[in-house]
């Protein structure tokens, strides 16, 4: 197996083999053929491809989606691309269906729709499952900071234990407070949708019936933990932004001028 590599500060470390799997589906309500977008002149899904490359080699990198349309984008750009049912249940089982032709150590789902991924880290996290064997999945996480956000039904809160290991997500704002208005806590964040998981971990986690309370949030993280396994909660340094209004379209495209990329 290939092994792929990345540079940390002035060090080049060998990483685990992983592979780099971005689900990209074609349809959505609030965004019709999201990931063909365009930004800049450019297709959201290739956004997010390029921002990848800055973990990993083209051939380490491959799209999951159910549309001939994204695929064709993503092949136009350089890239690689396979074709899934359009029936699956959730981007973690877009993923896992392509991963069970892989046979990479870890998996890394990186969603199609954040072109500012902190790849940093998705960094830290993979090198914290090649430290520890036993770890079966991580996501990332920013601190949750602001009342409005917490208040968000949009935005997706994680509160961790002392080991930093999700104890619950919601949409809803959790924790409650029952003797002070909303604060800061340590251990309280707004999700950032990218999960690593161990190849075979995940092979079981798409074998499994979306749990009860998978279904009730909306949450595919949630059918971890209702299996009685641990998620590593990773922390970003910066926030991820999400497309899925035009609105996000335009608050993305000033990002990327305020930060030179385009």
Known sequence: MARSSVQVGKRRTIMSDFTIIIPARYGSSRLPGKPLVPIAGKPLIVWVLERAQLLAPKDKIVVATDDQRVAGAVENAGFRAQITPKDLTSGSDRVGWVA???????????????????????????????EEPDMMAATLAFPLQEETEWRNPNVVKVLTDEKSNAIYFSRAAIPFFRDALFQSLPNLYKHQGIYLYRREFLLQFIGWTPSALENAEKLEQLRVLSHGYSLRVVPADEPSYGVDTAEDVSRITEIFKMKGMI
Request: proline residues 3%.
């Open 100 to 130: 069970q032709k892989l046979s990479d150590d870890i998996i890394v789902n990186l969603q199609g729709d954040e072109p500012l991924i902190d790849t940093g880290a998705v960094h830290r996290a993979i090198r914290l499952m090649e």
